[in-house]
T-cell receptor, first 117, second 111 residues
């Protein structure tokens, strides 16, 4: 079974430039997450989708970050304009969330490492 | 507010010894917890989970203990191996489909 695919793996940009990350979740997984992981910290949830609808984007800096999952499968996360503090690994995860608690294992991609100079 | 934290940022263990990684959570209503392992340059990988109606769950070489009274989780790794070197995170289910991760503990296995 193919895992969660992300691209690009690495991106270096200058501040105020824009960048986009792409994620293809595991086939059949309805729930998709974008997490930001700053070096030395745990992943922080940015946004989660259930199919093509947003479930929670309360921690997404909406003045510069946007995300979409138009057909309920692939997703893109965009940052425009980027700031120095956006340097981080952006992790995409998907899950086959069951009705009962205890079936919510997240499957993560390898992440996209962003460096903002 | 909701938070999940870990007591120790780095844990060094001799190869072959047992490791214990701790995690505190603050939301007493949380009913599901997951431990993840993250190796350098990779995404977190599921290790083991536990529901709040359980105190203990065992996997292959790993055991998770849940103490709801003091809102504490621990991950025990038996006979720690070099391949266990990684950062370990606990994650708390904080709402429908929502998971909050702790800061992480780096486990170093000494030869």
């Amino acid at each position: 079974e193919a895992g969660v695919a992300q691209s690009p793996r690495y991106k270096i940009i200058e501040k105020r430039q824009s960048v986009a990350f792409w994620c293809n979740p595991i086939s059949g997984h309805a729930t998709l997450y974008w997490y930001q992981q700053i070096l030395g910290q745990g992943p922080k949830l940015l946004i989660q989708f259930q199919n093509n609808g947003v479930v929670d984007d309360s921690q997404l800096p909406k003045d510069r970050f946007s995300a979409e999952r138009l057909k309920g499968v692939d997703s893109t996360l965009k940052i425009q304009p980027a700031k120095l503090e956006d340097s981080a690994v952006y992790l995409c995860a998907s899950s086959l969330e069951g009705r009962e608690v205890g079936t919510g294992e997240l499957f993560f991609g390898e992440g996209s490492r962003l460096t903002v100079l | 507010g909701e938070s999940v934290g870990l007591h120790l940022p780095t844990l060094s263990v001799q190869e072959g010894d047992n490791s214990i990684i701790n995690c505190a959570y603050s939301n007493s209503a949380s009913d599901y917890f997951i431990w993840y392992k993250q190796e350098s340059g990779k995404g977190p990988q599921f290790i083991i989970d536990i529901r709040s109606n359980m105190d203990k769950r065992q996997g292959q070489r790993v055991t998770v203990l849940l103490n709801k009274t003091v809102k504490h989780l621990s991950l025990q790794i038996a006979a720690t191996q070099p391949g266990d070197s990684a950062v370990y995170f606990c994650a708390e289910k904080a709402g429908t489909y929502k998971y909050i991760f702790g800061t992480g503990t780096r486990l170093k296995v000494l030869a």
